[in-house]
Nanobody, 123 residues
Framework: VQLQASGGGLVQAGGSLRLSCSASGLALDYYSIGWFRQAPGKQREGVICSNSDGRTYYEDSVRGRFTISRDNAKKTVYLQMNNLKPEDTATYYC??????????????????WGKGTQVTVSS
C-alpha cells in the first residue's frame, strides 16, 4: 500500500487548493481515509476524515471550508480547500484508517500514510 499526497502550493489567503491522495494497493471501498497536517514546530492535527459509509468528520477549524471526496475506483481521495487562511499553512498528509477504536488520535495509529504535500497560505 502506498499513499501519496499531491497538489500543494503557495496561495494567497482566501484562495483555494485541491489536494489529491493516490492510495495504490488499498481497497478504498472498505477503508476510512483522511487528511492530517503538521506545521513546523507543531503537533499533527487531524483535518478531515471520510468513512467508507459516506460520513465525514471535520476538524472544527476547517468546517465549512474544506471538503473531502473520494473516487474509490480510481483509488483517489481529494481535499478541496476553500477560503484558505495563513493558519492552514502546513504539510498535508493522507492516512488510513481514520476511524479507529484507539484512544489515540487516528493520525498517530493509522496503518498507512505517505509523503505529504506542502500548503503555504500567504496573508
Amino acid at each position: 500500500v502506498q499513499l501519496q499526497a499531491s497538489g500543494g502550493g503557495l496561495v494567497q489567503a482566501g484562495g483555494s487548493l485541491r489536494l489529491s491522495c493516490s492510495a495504490s494497493g488499498l481497497a478504498l471501498d472498505y477503508y476510512s481515509i483522511g487528511w492530517f497536517r503538521q506545521a513546523p514546530g507543531k503537533q499533527r492535527e487531524g483535518v478531515i476524515c471520510s468513512n467508507s459509509d459516506g460520513r465525514t468528520y471535520y476538524e472544527d477549524s476547517v468546517r465549512g471550508r474544506f471538503t473531502i471526496s473520494r473516487d474509490n475506483a480510481k483509488k483517489t481521495v481529494y481535499l478541496q480547500m476553500n477560503n484558505l487562511k495563513p493558519e492552514d499553512t502546513a504539510t498535508y498528509y493522507c492516512g488510513a484508517p481514520c476511524i479507529t477504536t484507539s484512544a489515540q488520535p487516528w493520525y498517530y495509529v493509522m496503518d498507512y500514510w505517505g509523503k505529504g504535500t506542502q500548503v503555504t497560505v500567504s496573508s
